[in-house]
């Protein structure tokens, strides 16, 4: 079969992992990974970062489609990633390098889930020595400048997905990113923003955070929700 996934590299790993699982249930074989780059989708969306961050056994390829899994659209899909275990045959591609770090993971390119002063919040809960990353360097600077302690240490997309997966502690509002990331190493104390206490301008549809509770409930063994 042909498996046509979409998205940046935690979703990209998501849409692998239940085809991957509607696979094994039909044994049948993945023979090809189409990533769908068409439509409009911002720029991350049209990498190949799957075959970066793990051992895919098939040829990977980019190509002018649309087609995708719809993987967060579903909570029986992250079911069914849990009943059939494919988490534990993937092998990731990135070493892993302990930080000890208690990171904020701010999101707000692509969609601003969660306000400043969720973030702030966030952020004096954790202390002086809290370091961010993410994808919007100006929010990240400002809130280090209204908190008034902080550290950036956003660098780019493989170094903060590996950065992530060797702290001690991870903070965010709804992402792929951070959670893609700590699937290979579900120990890590997860703090995320609940839909209710997410105050930015972007809602993200409460079957996601279903699903994301799916994954707190049977991956994560230290996984809680703000």
């Not at 990209?12 to 039909?26: M, P």
Request: charge should be negative; proline fraction near 4%; glycine fraction near 6%.
């Amino acid at each position: 079969m042909i498996l046509h996934i979409r998205g940046a590299l935690g979703t990209q790993l998501f849409e692998y992992l239940i085809g991957a699982a509607k696979a094994k249930v039909g044994n049948t074989a993945i023979e090809e990974v189409h990533i769908s780059t068409a439509g409009n989708i911002v720029e991350p969306c049209k990498t190949d970062w799957l075959s970066q961050i793990i051992e895919v056994p098939c040829p990977v390829k980019l190509v002018e489609q649309v087609n995708k899994q719809r993987v967060w659209t579903n909570v029986d899909n992250f079911k069914l990633i849990n009943e059939t275990k494919v988490i534990d045959n993937i092998i990731s591609k990135v070493p892993l390098v302990i930080n000890d770090y208690s990171i904020l993971h701010v999101r707000g390119k692509d969609r601003c889930i969660a306000s400043e002063q969720d973030y702030c919040k966030i952020m004096h809960s954790i202390g002086p020595t809290v370091k961010l990353l993410g994808d919007d360097q100006l929010m990240i600077n400002n809130l280090i400048a209204i908190c008034g302690f902080g550290e950036n240490i956003s660098q780019d997309e493989l170094t903060d997905w590996q950065t992530i997966r060797g702290a001690k502690q991870v903070c965010c509002a709804f992402t792929n990113f951070t959670i893609s990331s700590l699937l290979f190493r579900p120990s890590v104390d997860i703090k995320m923003l609940s839909r209710e206490n997410s105050n930015g301008p972007v809602k993200i549809h409460p079957i996601s955070y279903e699903c994301i509770d799916q994954l707190f409930n049977h991956i994560f063994t230290n996984a809680t929700w703000l």
